[in-house]
């Protein structure tokens, strides 16, 4: 059972949401909370998993029955929730009192933990009841620790509390409309692992002719799902409406603070019975810039680099010169941060 609740005329209060707990929450809760060894712990696992029973059914008030496949695991005193594809991390909070919120560093940096969602969940058990204050994705707390050296204080970063969106209908949205993809999150070395050895037993130069067709390969996407609305009206004006559109992800890691880039890349057929080309790249996850010096490269069949660009501050988008081939064409496109980090896409037209 729901029901709104205002503690002060703080507008992210107004947009709170109470969730009433029963008495077998309690009991899931004391029974997760036997499951740890440490007695420190336990209070915090007990506060953890009333917070994700009441993430759980918040949910599931709000998304279709035939839609949610929500769940509670628990794995390093840490609940967790599963729905449609999306990993969300209820944060427990007794009290909502600072304008800093301790998140275990663990949540963020092991790969097998890190979630696409972090929810803020006020825990007030004397009340029986859970508020629901707000929610922040991964990308944008990696971008933040990134950019502003987020303070780590034993094992727990220090997160302001005015990062988290307290429209929870927000989160709803990207529940309905959006993708796991587009939020990328750290991949375990058993994980790269099998990418890597899928990766060298296929093919995996993409074919572009083959766009114009309207097949297209696993992980290109239209380019909606991956940048944002003011970034799609002003590719309008950059890129042609002819052809085959796509967009691919591209994950350049740590150098990064896992911040992603997206390829675009539009396919078309010229007058002269070529194919025309036109690459470029985006920033995602709402960044309104591309990182600095992110250099963009053609290169050859045998390796030769035919173009290059190199992203400034600021730029919001960076774009190699429109360019031709004959079917069968072979060629290769280079996203780089420095020396270390280099990610390759090969094409075939």
């Known amino acids: ?46 506060l953890d998993t009333l917070a994700s029973i009441g993430c759980e059914k918040w949910l599931n ?12 695991k ?4 840490i609940a967790h929730l599963a729905i449609g594809g999306f990993k969300i991390c209820p944060i427990a909070v007794e009290h909502l009192l600072d304008e800093v919120i301790s998140i275990p ?21 004397e009340e029986e009841q859970v508020i629901i204050r707000g929610f922040l994705r991964y990308d944008e707390l ?18 302001p509390l005015s990062l988290f969106d307290a429209e929870l209908n927000h989160l709803l949205f990207y529940y309905y409309f959006s993708e796991p993809l587009t939020i990328a999150l750290p991949v375990t070395s058993a994980q790269s692992s099998r ?7 296929n093919n995996t130069r993409t074919k572009l002719s083959q766009w114009l067709e309207g097949v297209f390969e696993q992980g290109w996407q239209t380019i909606d799902t991956l ?29 990064l603070g896992y911040q992603t880039v997206a390829l675009l890349v539009n396919i078309t057929e010229e007058s002269d019975e070529k194919l025309g080309v036109l690459i ?21 069949k045998g390796g030769k680099t035919l173009q290059q660009v190199t992203s400034r501050l600021q730029d919001n988008y960076i774009q190699l010169k429109f360019f031709k081939g004959e079917s069968g064409k072979r060629f290769s496109v280079e996203l780089s941060l420095g020396e270390n980090r280099k990610v390759k896409e090969d094409f075939e037209l």
Do not use: C
């Open 280 to 300: 470029q790249v985006h920033p995602t996850g709402g960044e309104r810039f591309l990182p600095p010096d992110l250099k963009l490269t053609l290169l050859s």
């Open 74 to 77: 628990v794995s390093e005193d």
């Open 227 to 255: 940048i944002n609305p003011e970034a799609n009206l002003a590719l309008s004006t950059r890129i042609t409406q002819r052809g085959a559109k796509k967009a691919k992800l591209i994950d350049l890691g740590v150098q």
């Open 105 to 125: 560093s663990s949540l963020i940096e092991k790969s097998e933990l890190a979630d696409h969602f972090y929810v803020l969940v006020e825990v007030l058990e």
């Open 195 to 201: 990418a890597s050895l899928q990766r060298s037993l």
């Open 142 to 159: 990696m971008s933040y620790r990134s950019q502003y050296n987020l303070e780590l204080r034993d094992g727990f970063y220090q997160v």
């Open 61 to 72: 008030t709000r998304i279709a029955e035939n839609r949610s496949s929500q769940k509670i």
């Open 1 to 46: 059972m729901l029901n709104s609740q205002v503690h002060s005329t703080d507008i992210r209060l107004l947009l709170s949401e109470v969730v009433l707990l029963e008495l077998e929450d309690f009991d899931k809760a004391i029974d997760n909370s036997k499951l740890v060894n440490s007695e420190a712990q336990q209070w915090q696992t007990y």
